[in-house]
């Protein structure tokens, strides 16, 4: 882990977002061709910390196609039909194959993750060694970070169940922890943020993206910050802990469910594209709906339409089939969601069932279902029919965004996923990467 963190720190320094950002100037830095992190690390000026900040904004995109396409076809969401073979083998276990820990499947995403914490350590160790910024500014920018770091540490963990907390010396790694002991930690960063953006005044010192409008100064951010410590919370198992988050955030159970920070795209010299939009039709690069996530639909509901179509000739690759492909984006440079209002209802829900706020839970689950052109809910009121119902509702607004993989496996319902192939296996995390374990 030394050699990728030390790779991290020189390769990820700093990405460009320039693109996206609207209204920004940047005071002259040291090198703008190729900025060193020495010359950041030792009294920055205020143009190199918010070009940290568009660093961290920018690789904060860098995990999300893996982790929607990985997982999706691990969770039986979907297939990736393309010429990597290890889409539709090794992911889905065919005849017996072990997933394989230096694999791009299993790299990608953790080094996509870590190369954003890595550049959320800098500008954290660089505003620790600047005057270039007061104390209000600083506040400011180590609510961000921490917020973004406690985002990113959450991806890690529903990926591999576990992960490395402490990476800011590549000298001096943390261990690998466990889920619960990493989730603790993301839940006391939310509240460190939360505390910093509480003391941060009025405005930033920095400019976001065009993806964080609405949520652009500390008291809006701090809505962001909540609403990931709801999310944080119920994947601990706190529910209480997640309604009183939520009540902070930005959840609206009578607003529009597209409300909410995203990640945006470009197609321009040193952007990224959205590599989850497929182009409709296209033979030889597609993301196929896995034929259940069709069977298993309400008849109704609109999310079906919305996500997906039927192809005009079906697929088959591998031995596996599908009538349906991906329609989630319209083009290479839509956004994709950081976290919105519709997942903040549905996390609501979940925290209602484990405070045992049953009919609070049901209120919300019918916004989401009357959402998709669906009946009030008219199934029992126990918490284990509402834990099943909510689940469900999960599965079709949050289709292909990483989340059907870690919902399984939290709930302890992995094994009833569909076996394709005879021989194939289900796997519910990703394996950590090899260097890693050296």
Not at 155 to 181: C, H, M
Not at 214 to 224: C, L, R, Y
Request: glycine share 8%.
């Amino acid at each position: 882990m030394k050699n990728n963190i030390k790779t991290l720190a020189i390769m990820t320094f700093i990405i460009p977002l320039f693109s996206l950002m609207v209204s920004c100037t940047f005071d002259e830095v040291v090198d703008p061709n190729g900025p060193s992190v020495d010359g950041v690390l030792k009294n920055a000026s205020k143009g190199q910390l918010n070009e940290l900040v568009v660093g961290i904004e920018s690789t904060s995109r860098n995990g999300i196609g893996n982790e929607a396409t990985a997982n999706g076809v691990m969770a039986r969401e979907l297939y990736l039909f393309n010429a990597e073979p290890r889409n539709t083998g090794d992911l889905l276990g065919k005849a017996g194959i072990p997933l394989d820990n230096n694999s791009f499947y299993s790299v990608g995403s953790w080094n996509g993750n870590y190369r954003c914490i890595k550049n959320i350590n800098l500008l954290i160790e660089a505003l620790a060694n600047t005057d270039a910024v007061n104390e209000t500014e600083k506040n400011g920018y180590l609510g961000f970070a921490k917020t973004m770091m406690a985002e990113e540490l959450i991806q890690i963990l529903k990926s591999y169940g576990k992960a490395r907390l402490d990476v800011a010396d590549p000298e001096n790694l943390g261990p690998i922890v466990e889920f619960n002991e990493g989730m603790a930690k993301v839940r006391a960063l939310l509240d460190e943020g939360q505390q910093h953006l509480s003391n941060a005044g009025n405005s930033f010192a920095f400019t976001l993206s065009n993806g964080f409008i609405g949520f652009q100064e500390p008291s809006t951010f701090s809505e962001f910050n909540r609403a990931w410590a709801g999310v944080a919370a119920v994947y601990a198992g706190d529910g209480n802990a997640a309604l009183t988050a939520l009540s902070d955030s930005y959840m609206d159970m009578s607003g529009n469910l597209k409300i909410g920070p995203k990640h945006i795209f470009g197609l321009g010299g040193g952007d990224q594209a959205n590599t989850v939009f497929k182009v409709p039709n296209l033979n030889g690069d597609q993301i196929i709906v896995h034929d259940s996530w069709i069977a298993d639909a309400e008849a109704g509901d609109s999310r079906v339409a919305q996500k997906s179509a039927p192809r005009l000739n079906p697929a088959s690759q591998d031995g596996l089939n599908g009538t349906h492909e991906t329609r989630l984006y319209e083009s290479a440079t839509s956004p994709i969601d950081f976290l919105r209002n519709e997942e903040l209802i549905l996390v609501y829900a979940e925290a209602s069932i484990l405070a045992t706020n049953l009919q609070d839970a049901e209120d919300a689950l019918n916004v989401i279902r009357n959402s998709a052109n669906l009946p009030n809910y008219s199934g029992a009121k126990t918490a284990d029919a509402l834990t099943a119902e909510m689940l469900k509702q999960r599965r079709y607004s949050l289709w292909s965004e990483n989340h059907r993989m870690f919902d399984l496996r939290r709930y302890g319902l992995s094994n009833t996923l569909p076996i394709d192939r005879a021989g194939d296996q289900i796997f519910n995390t990703m394996p950590i990467p090899l260097p890693e374990t050296y």
